[in-house]
């Protein structure tokens, strides 16, 4: 009888215990989630744009964005979705919390929608973030010179500047003639921007791409320059030839040169 109550009893704990073993499960999986997300961003108060861009491909990369832009929207109690779209709002709102330092993160606990939250964020730390950053920004591309790193390296510093301006950018344009006639201004400028910071002894090469008609873009311009600093590297340091040979008219050994 012992042996049977005492089977009984283990057979009722296993049922009782097993559902909650089930729950742990996805459970943990969410909170390592969520842990995870964007940790090389985390959002400080001051690192809006990047950590907007991390969260943006994160989510987007759940096939969640949508959460974030409003375009799903919570359906009525009645619908069988809308327990499908609460849990993935509760799910997008912990990783977007768990993605901010503590601090900042308790100030949005209580929105009711991840797309309010997000919309929160933004409007909190956006706009005058961006001011300074942008200012910063054109501050330290109008002083940007090539100076004494290659022309490599000076183009990836600039690229990286121009790309953070792009993430700024939220333009509302009429129609797409608009946008591509911005575009074409903006590269024309950029590739001024770069042929301007260049360094003197690239002078012939910078002359030669500004004449050219159209002015090319500035990924080509680079190309072109690039190659030029290799060919000057390549004549600069190839070793000199030298050797010997004997004079015809008299016996003596005659050293030339050959560059």
Same mark, same amino acid.
């Given at each position: ?17 097993s ?28 690192? &809006? ?20 832009t ?9 619908d069988?979705m809308?327990?499908?779209w ?18 900042i ?8 929608t991840?797309k309010?939250?997000w ?27 090539q ?27 009429? &129609? ?12 024309k ?37 690039r190659?030029?600093?290799s ?10 030839l ?7 008219? &008299? ?9």
């Amino acid at each position: 009888m012992a042996a049977e109550k005492d089977s009984s009893i283990s057979e009722v704990t296993s049922k009782t215990s097993s559902p909650d073993q089930s729950l742990s499960a996805p459970a943990l999986s969410h909170h390592n989630e969520a842990v995870s997300l964007v940790t090389s961003h985390k959002f400080n108060g001051h690192n &809006c744009l990047q950590w907007s861009q991390s969260v943006v491909m994160y989510i987007g990369g759940k096939g969640k964005e949508e959460y974030l832009t409003g375009e799903i929207s919570a359906p009525k109690q009645d619908d069988p979705m809308h327990k499908t779209w609460k849990a993935d709002n509760h799910m997008i709102k912990t990783w977007l919390i768990s993605s901010m330092n503590n601090d900042i993160g308790e100030n949005f606990l209580l929105y009711a929608t991840a797309k309010e939250l997000w919309d929160a964020v933004k409007d909190s730390y956006s706009s005058s973030e961006n001011t300074l950053e942008l200012f910063a920004i054109e501050a330290a591309l109008y002083d940007l010179r090539q100076d004494d790193t290659s022309v490599t390296q000076y183009f990836n510093t600039l690229t990286c500047y121009w790309q953070q301006l792009d993430l700024f950018e939220e333009y509302a344009w009429k &129609c797409t003639d608009d946008t591509t006639l911005y575009r074409t201004i903006v590269e024309k400028k950029r590739t001024f921007n770069f042929l301007h910071g260049l360094n003197k002894n690239l002078d012939a090469v910078q002359s030669r791409i500004m004449s050219t008609k159209p002015l090319p873009k500035v990924k080509e311009a680079f190309s072109e320059v690039r190659l030029e600093e290799s060919r000057k590297k390549v004549m600069i340091g190839s070793p000199t030839l030298s050797s010997e040979i004997i004079c015809p008219c &008299c016996p003596r050994t005659v050293s030339w040169r050959q560059s």
